[in-house]
């Protein structure tokens, strides 16, 4: 089985191609060269482009080759179980906490995106993938600042500031400065997922790091948490397969 470097892009600074497509059948892993990782790191992407390698920054490309043909077999299986790409349009099934609805175009829907039985209406227009990205984003801030909130309190901690952003790699960060990042695609995990996610950034707000102490921390505020912890490991994937970029035109527009 025969590799080929990405053609004619390469990263700045090193001599790594951005990426090595795998043959037979193609198949392209996104090289990241990190300066504090001390080994391969092999991972599928988050935005189920193929999948990314983390490299540390005194690796070859011969050696990242040979670390992909020895787990090229592992990575196919894993690609192959991996969701399939959900485009977000007319008709497609949209999970709002948790629950899937059904997009629906209603000229008699209200100006933002409205939840029923079932469906989120909203109106005839362009854009709907972005509209419904937009929408899930004010829900997600909306949701995530009484929690967070009140997770740092009762941890005895002050949250200085909340992020809403598409981060692909971590569902959520917490700064030394007290600062915490969300994903707003966890608007469509089920509430208890939400409310998992904001506690386990909050903890992180005693201890920065994932050690006993941690998740005594954690524990302590909810102490549930691991069936969650799980259910993110186990269907987090699936939120990043919804893709909400424009899939059609209306003649129509609607911002």
Known sequence: MGFRAARSVFTSGDALPLAIVLDDPALRVRLRVDRRARRFT?????????????????????????????HASWLRDALARQPSSIVVDEGAML???????????????????ELTEGHIRLRPGSAIGPRLERWLRARARARFEPVVMGYAHAVG???????????RSRWGSCSSTGRIGLSWRLAMAPEAIQTYVAAHEAAHLVEMNHSQRYWAVLAGIMPDYAAKRAWLKREG???????????????????
Do not use: N
């Open 42 to 70: 092999l991972r599928l992407a988050s935005d189920g482009e193929g999948a990314v390698l983390t490299l540390p920054p005194s690796v070859g490309e011969a050696a990242a080759r040979q670390f992909l043909t020895q």
């Open 95 to 113: 999970p709002v906490d948790g629950q899937p609805r059904r997009v629906t175009l209603d000229q008699q829907a209200p100006r933002l995106p």
């Open 157 to 167: 901690r002050r949250c200085t500031g909340l992020k809403i952003a598409d981060t």
């Open 237 to 255: 994937r699936r939120l990043h397969a919804y893709r909400f970029e424009i899939a059609s035109q209306h003649r129509d527009s609607e911002v």
